[in-house]
């Protein structure tokens, strides 16, 4: 891939239970983005981490970023059947200025 | 505010012939982004434009697709002509400055047959 790889590349859980992803890169980054896309939607932004921080939370979204083993990692606490969707990492290159993506992990809560 | 736009949302065309996919940004997003993805895989960068200027076009395919951004405005991706491997959904995607989030519209489903 051009840069993030995700895993598991599907997830299947129970509402109410948590959802961990993970996202692995090549190359030293400055930032890394996760989105959200609905089935037939566009990507939506969840949140960015920079790479000078090492966990960043936004409601019941927490990630965490380890630069010395290029990688992130998406909890969704408390999952609910709306967080059925596909999720994708976006990292950019520390000497480039766009954002490359992986393959996803397509997410599915059963109510 | 106006999301990114796209248009159409769906295209099936047949082998050889020629189709345009337009991408309307956010206004005063600067920054404007082309990525596509085949079933089950990455989501691929194609180019990226800095106001009407192409700042990195590494992605693009072949010389069969071509990218323009009149104006620093709307854009436009044609492919001409269309092969089956260009199947896949086309996203485009805008930002005010680069390193910030990207909003993306919701993509045209290009199926060539």
């Known amino acids: 891939s051009q840069q993030g790889e995700e895993d598991p590349q599907a997830l299947s859980i129970q509402e109410g239970e948590n959802a961990t992803m993970n996202c692995s890169y090549k190359t030293s980054i400055n930032n890394l983005q996760w989105y959200r896309q609905n089935s037939g939607r566009g990507l939506v932004h969840l949140i960015l981490?920079?790479?000078?921080?090492r966990e960043k939370h936004s409601g019941r979204l927490r990630v965490t970023l380890d630069t010395s083993k290029k990688s992130s990692s998406l909890l969704i606490t408390a999952s609910r059947a709306a967080d059925t969707a596909s999720y994708f990492c976006a990292t950019d290159r520390n000497t480039g200025n766009q954002f490359y993506f992986g393959t996803g992990t397509s997410l599915t809560v059963i109510p | 505010e106006a999301g990114v736009t796209q248009f159409p949302s769906h295209s099936v065309i047949e082998k050889g012939q020629t189709v345009t996919l337009r991408c309307d940004p956010i206004?005063?997003?600067?920054?404007l982004y082309w990525y596509r993805r085949v079933m089950g895989k990455e989501i691929k960068f194609l180019l990226h434009?800095?106001?009407?200027?192409?700042?990195?076009e590494s992605g693009m395919p072949n010389n069969r697709f071509l990218a323009e951004r009149t104006g620093g405005t709307y854009s436009t991706l044609k492919v001409q002509p269309a092969e089956l491997e260009d199947s896949g959904v086309y996203f485009c995607?805008?930002?005010?400055?680069?390193?910030?989030?990207?909003?993306f519209g919701s993509g045209t489903q290009l199926s060539v047959l």
């Open positions: 206004s005063g997003h600067d920054n």
């Open positions: 981490i920079r790479s000078n921080e």
């Open positions: 434009f800095v106001k009407e200027s192409k700042q990195d």
């Open positions: 995607a805008s930002s005010r400055v680069w390193y910030e989030k990207l909003f």
